[in-house]
Nanobody, 113 residues
């Protein structure tokens, strides 16, 4: 299983970005897909997850601002990030659970004016 994350970059506070995670197989073969993030000097933390059944879970710091969804293509999961704050700056990692947990390579998101 390979996961490729796209869409990171530099954005001003209050702006939006959409991250994409492309899996090497159908996302419906995974029990869970989602995103974690890690800022310098901090532990990796939950951003959002989505199950095969469509149930979602969000970290407290992103609730109401971020949304995870599945694309029409059966191997892509998206993370729509709105109202971005400087504290959202981190490397964002895509993950998928298929017996074990697989991680993508990460994409940098920087929120700064």
């Amino acid at each position: 299983v390979q996961l490729q994350a796209y869409g990171g970059g530099l954005v001003q506070p209050g702006g939006s970005l959409r991250l994409s995670c492309v899996a090497s197989r159908s996302i419906f073969s995974f029990s869970v897909m989602g995103w974690y993030r890690q800022a310098p000097g901090k532990p990796r933390e939950l951003v959002a997850t989505i199950t095969t059944g469509g149930s979602t879970n969000y970290g407290d710091s992103v609730k109401g601002r971020f949304a995870i969804s599945r694309g029409n293509a059966k191997n892509t999961v998206y993370l729509q990030m709105n109202s971005l704050k400087p504290e959202d700056t981190a490397v964002y990692y895509c993950l998928a659970v298929y017996g074990t947990t697989y991680w993508g390579q990460g994409t940098q998101v920087t929120v700064s004016s």
